[in-house]
């Protein structure tokens, strides 16, 4: 990870990023989750026991996508929450069928990285949806002190 992608051309237009603009800021493993769908394996990411309070932003471009207050505990192996930032207003679905049956993958709408997918499994006194996200698609920001 080395010269960091132009922040003007990130904010302006996070889709025109290049995948080699991309392979200088992401690791590896970062790269491989975000730009080419991949999944992170069961209970090895960073914030799938992580409760603290704060937001949680994408990865690639900073942008937010869920809150700590819906956060909670399914035991599916990676982060859960019951509803994204503003119903979605910065999450894109798209139908997923490649593992041959249908799923609704979840990217950002900013700059398209793919974050993980969504079911209808969660919470029934909430949203009833559980979005499963990869830990390496996205970063805690925590809440600031109220002092």
């Known amino acids: 990870m080395s010269s960091p992608i132009d922040k003007e051309k990130l904010k302006k237009n996070p889709k025109e990023i290049s995948d080699e603009e991309w392979k200088k800021v992401l690791s590896p ?81 900013n700059c398209n990285a793919h974050l993980g997918h969504v079911f209808d499994d969660g919470p029934k006194k909430t949203t009833g949806e559980r979005y499963c996200i990869n830990s390496l698609a996205i970063n805690f920001q925590p809440e600031e002190s109220k002092t």
Request: aromatic share 14%; net charge negative; glycine share 10%.
């Open 29 to 109: 493993d970062e790269y491989h989750i975000t730009r080419e769908a991949g999944t992170e394996p069961k209970f090895s990411g960073e914030y799938d026991k992580f409760f603290k309070p704060g937001k949680y932003n994408c990865k690639c471009c900073g942008i937010d996508l869920f809150l700590s207050d819906n956060k909670f505990d399914s035991g599916c192996g990676w982060p859960a929450f019951d509803e994204s930032v503003g119903q979605d207003k910065n999450i894109i679905r798209l139908e997923d069928n490649s593992y041959g049956y249908m799923r609704t993958e979840v990217r950002c709408k």
